[in-house]
């Protein structure tokens, strides 16, 4: 097993040519993500879809996977930022002969006829606009696609005007366009990279453009260029100008929000779990998923967040693809689904990749679609009872349809609680009485009960509910409290620690300063604590999840170490491991799934949970000090 990356590793530098995890940026459209990395190399791109067979896939092989470089004569990598609250990127080269200024933008506009959930809706293209800011500057696009994840070769040819080229395996075409009346036409073997080469001089502008949707939309021309950039510009801020939170750490939580709606699909308000495959949570470990698919752990801090910043028509859209998919299955919820809300999916190994920083497998496709996993039970409860909660006298309640498909969950729980399940880590390596399973079971009964209530609903069945909840309850504290210990552990009769316990108290299970939940905090730091800010989810060795090898920290956990220490009391502490944390993120404010303690970014990026839950840290420390929101959250939890 190899070594833990190095620190000068994080941000700027490469490791052997890879760009490091925390030093791309994202660009999304809700239907594609691409990254691009710090040498202006588009890296990642799967169309026509963000689970489509990849076109660019550097990222996971550097000689064979692909990539759109952008190759500017004498210049070292660019300066890279966000525009303002858009997902769009500003790159600045200093070349020798002059200044060149680029933006990279994945297109969308801002209908008016649609509701505010479809706001962003995409134009099928990826545009890349530089001009020359002063004296003369020659650039080369080299765009070697590689279909189907490598697997296939382009088939480029004439698509009409100005020299426009169609890719027929993936459904692409290429197109440039410059002020000058003169762009250069995109050249290259019908088979292989096209290139696209010109100077320009001060002043002067080229556009490069690639569709996703099989044809151009009529000619290409700079105005239509600039016109998609005015439009992607407003459509982001629009949607972030609706983003009322303006209290701690506002500026991180707003780039985050921005992340969550770009990896919020356009078709049916499913959000990704992260827009890749196979980053690795170590590198050289065999610890390597994909995450492009809408899991329902996510779902109760997905329609809490939401609705906390205002964004409410994304939140009732999100949450009404689970009761659908509840709706359709009577009630047994499979752990995650796919953009389509569809629970069916085959995980394969493409060999044909060496991963990134030679990690391998690289997998395409979650065989966890087969699990069982008690606590999405619980999260799509909560989640429910949240958004009806927030929705009450705004003619945006749950019908009496989804309300029945709420239920149903709740009835399956009480049918399957006492079972054994591979737990919220997924587990491969069988099925245990996992205590966080055991809580997030009280929680789907303590909600339900609390929905029906919400809504008037005298159901035959609560009583029964009331004694599950009770029971369960009485179980945990029972056997998921381990005396010897002095906390919560993993399992029923294991000694062993898991940070997923972090949410008792965020949960409502037990009071923040109950002494068993400080002390659980307490023996979560000592045990899986490393830097004093960073959480792992548990010690790997010791639960023997099937898989092998050491992981990074965990973010998820680290930020859930924030709120829970803001619920004990202990606001200073949370407020420091909270800057810790942020201080670390990566240069485009961003993060992926793990962490190594020399702020190396691990595992598949951006990622959903991360974001959702240091939003969830930076608001309940702004409700630190505020007496009436803490008022809120406790009526919310009791």
Same mark, same amino acid.
């Given at each position: 097993?190899?070594?833990?990356?190095?620190?000068?590793?994080?941000?700027?530098?490469?490791?052997?040519?890879?760009?490091?995890?925390?030093?791309?940026?994202?660009?999304?459209?809700?239907?594609?993500?691409?990254?691009?990395?710090?040498?202006?190399?588009?890296?990642?791109?799967?169309?026509?879809?963000?689970?489509?067979?990849?076109?660019?896939?550097?990222?996971?092989?550097?000689?064979?996977?692909?990539?759109?470089?952008?190759?500017?004569?004498?210049?070292?990598?660019?300066?890279?930022?966000?525009?303002?609250?858009?997902?769009?990127?500003?790159?600045?080269?200093?070349?020798?002969?002059?200044?060149?200024?680029?933006?990279?933008?994945?297109?969308?506009?801002?209908?008016?006829?649609?509701?505010?959930?479809?706001?962003?809706?995409?134009?099928?293209?990826?545009?890349?606009?530089?001009?020359?800011?002063?004296?003369?500057?020659?650039?080369?696009?080299?765009?070697?696609?590689?279909?189907?994840?490598?697997?296939?070769?382009?088939?480029?040819?004439?698509?009409?005007?100005?020299?426009?080229?169609?890719?027929?395996?993936?459904?692409?075409?290429?197109?440039?366009?410059?002020?000058?009346?003169?762009?250069?036409?995109?050249?290259?073997?019908?088979?292989?990279?096209?290139?696209?080469?010109?100077?320009?001089?001060?002043?002067?502008?080229?556009?490069?453009?690639?569709?996703?949707?099989?044809?151009?939309?009529?000619?290409?021309?700079?105005?239509?260029?600039?016109?998609?950039?005015?439009?992607?510009?407003?459509?982001?801020?629009?949607?972030?100008?609706?983003?009322?939170?303006?209290?701690?750490?506002?500026?991180?939580?707003?780039?985050? %929000?921005?992340?969550?709606?770009?990896? *919020?699909?356009?078709?049916?308000?499913?959000?990704? %779990?992260?827009?890749?495959?196979?980053?690795?949570?170590?590198?050289?470990?065999?610890?390597?998923?994909?995450?492009?698919?809408?899991?329902?752990?996510?779902?109760?801090?997905?329609?809490?967040?939401? *609705?906390?910043?205002?964004?409410?028509?994304?939140?009732?859209?999100?949450?009404?693809?689970?009761?659908?998919?509840?709706?359709?299955?009577?009630?047994?919820?499979?752990?995650?689904?796919?953009?389509?809300?569809?629970?069916?999916?085959?995980?394969?190994?493409?060999?044909?990749?060496?991963?990134?920083?030679?990690?391998?497998?690289?997998?395409?496709?979650?065989?966890?679609?087969?699990?069982?996993?008690?606590?999405?039970?619980?999260?799509?409860?909560?989640?429910?009872?949240?958004?009806?909660?927030?929705?009450?006298?705004?003619?945006?309640?749950?019908?009496?349809?989804?309300?029945? %498909?709420?239920?149903?969950?709740?009835?399956?729980?009480?049918?399957?609680?006492?079972?054994?399940?591979?737990?919220?880590?997924?587990?491969?390596?069988?099925?245990?009485?996992?205590?966080?399973?055991?809580?997030?079971?009280?929680?789907?009964?303590?909600?339900?009960?609390?929905?029906?209530?919400?809504?008037?609903?005298?159901?035959?069945?609560?009583?029964?509910?009331?004694?599950?909840?009770?029971?369960?309850?009485?179980?945990?504290?029972?056997?998921?409290?381990?005396?010897?210990?002095?906390?919560?552990?993993?399992?029923?009769?294991?000694?062993?620690?898991?940070?997923?316990?972090?949410?008792?108290?965020?949960?409502?299970?037990?009071?923040?300063?109950?002494?068993?939940?400080?002390?659980?905090?307490?023996?979560?730091?000592?045990?899986?604590?490393?830097?004093?800010?960073?959480?792992?989810?548990?010690?790997?060795?010791?639960?023997?999840?099937?898989?092998?090898?050491?992981?990074?920290?965990?973010?998820?956990?680290?930020?859930?170490?924030?709120?829970?220490?803001?619920?004990?009391?202990?606001?200073?502490?949370?407020?420091?491991?909270?800057?810790?944390?942020?201080?670390?993120?990566?240069?485009?404010?961003?993060?992926?799934?793990? *962490?190594?303690?020399?702020?190396?970014?691990?595992?598949?990026?951006?990622?959903?949970?991360?974001?959702?839950?240091?939003?969830?840290?930076? *608001?309940?420390?702004?409700?630190?000090?505020?007496?009436?929101?803490?008022?809120?959250?406790?009526?919310?939890?009791?």
């Amino acid at each position: 097993m190899s070594a833990p990356p190095r620190r000068e590793e994080a941000d700027g530098g490469t490791a052997g040519g890879w760009p490091p995890i925390g030093s791309l940026a994202f660009l999304s459209d809700c239907h594609v993500a691409a990254l691009i990395g710090p040498d202006a190399a588009v890296e990642w791109l799967c169309a026509p879809r963000f689970d489509g067979p990849s076109v660019f896939a550097r990222l996971l092989d550097r000689r064979t996977g692909g990539a759109w470089e952008l190759l500017v004569d004498g210049a070292p990598p660019p300066e890279q930022r966000y525009r303002d609250s858009t997902l769009l990127v500003e790159s600045r080269w200093s070349a020798p002969g002059g200044t060149l200024l680029g933006e990279d933008f994945l297109a969308v506009h801002d209908p008016p006829a649609m509701d505010e959930a479809d706001g962003v809706a995409s134009r099928g293209v990826l545009v890349r606009l530089l001009r020359c800011a002063e004296g003369r500057v020659t650039v080369r696009h080299r765009v070697d696609v590689r279909p189907d994840y490598a697997r296939a070769r382009p088939r480029w040819s004439p698509a009409g005007e100005r020299g426009a080229l169609r890719e027929a395996t993936a459904g692409l075409w290429l197109g440039a366009v410059d002020d000058r009346g003169g762009a250069p036409a995109p050249e290259g073997p019908e088979d292989g990279p096209v290139t696209v080469e010109t100077t320009l001089a001060e002043g002067e502008s080229l556009a490069v453009v690639l569709g996703y949707d099989g044809a151009p939309h009529g000619p290409l021309s700079m105005d239509l260029v600039h016109r998609m950039r005015e439009e992607t510009l407003r459509a982001w801020r629009a949607w972030d100008a609706r983003n009322r939170y303006d209290g701690f750490g506002a500026a991180q939580v707003r780039r985050s %929000a921005l992340v969550l709606r770009g990896l *919020m699909t356009a078709e049916t308000g499913a959000l990704l %779990a992260a827009a890749t495959t196979s980053l690795p949570e170590w590198i050289g470990g065999e610890r390597n998923w994909d995450y492009r698919f809408l899991w329902h752990r996510d779902a109760a801090l997905v329609v809490l967040v939401l *609705m906390r910043l205002g964004h409410r028509a994304e939140a009732s859209r999100y949450l009404r693809v689970l009761l659908a998919h509840s709706a359709r299955e009577a009630g047994a919820l499979h752990p995650m689904l796919d953009l389509d809300g569809r629970a069916e999916g085959e995980e394969t190994v493409l060999d044909h990749l060496g991963g990134y920083r030679d990690s391998r497998p690289v997998r395409v496709g979650n065989s966890a679609f087969a699990q069982h996993q008690l606590d999405v039970y619980g999260q799509v409860l909560d989640a429910a009872f949240v958004h009806q909660q927030a929705a009450l006298g705004t003619g945006e309640e749950l019908t009496a349809e989804e309300l029945s %498909a709420a239920y149903a969950v709740v009835d399956e729980a009480a049918r399957r609680w006492r079972e054994p399940d591979e737990g919220i880590w997924e587990v491969r390596r069988g099925r245990r009485h996992w205590t966080i399973s055991k809580v997030y079971a009280w929680v789907c009964f303590d909600r339900g009960l609390r929905l029906a209530e919400l809504t008037g609903d005298d159901r035959p069945d609560l009583d029964h509910w009331r004694r599950q909840r009770d029971e369960v309850r009485e179980e945990v504290l029972a056997r998921g409290w381990n005396a010897s210990v002095g906390a919560f552990t993993q399992s029923y009769g294991s000694p062993d620690l898991d940070a997923s316990l972090l949410s008792l108290p965020l949960l409502g299970f037990l009071d923040g300063t109950d002494p068993r939940v400080v002390s659980t905090l307490d023996r979560v730091e000592r045990e899986l604590g490393e830097g004093g800010w960073l959480v792992h989810r548990y010690d790997p060795a010791a639960t023997d999840d099937g898989v092998g090898g050491p992981e990074g920290g965990f973010l998820l956990c680290s930020f859930a170490m924030v709120s829970a220490l803001v619920l004990a009391g202990r606001a200073d502490e949370a407020r420091r491991r909270y800057e810790e944390l942020c201080a670390r993120a990566g240069r485009f404010g961003l993060f992926s799934e793990e *962490m190594t303690a020399e702020g190396v970014m691990l595992g598949n990026y951006p990622q959903a949970f991360t974001h959702l839950a240091q939003i969830d840290a930076a *608001m309940n420390l702004d409700a630190a000090g505020d007496e009436e929101s803490l008022r809120a959250w406790a009526e919310r939890t009791a």
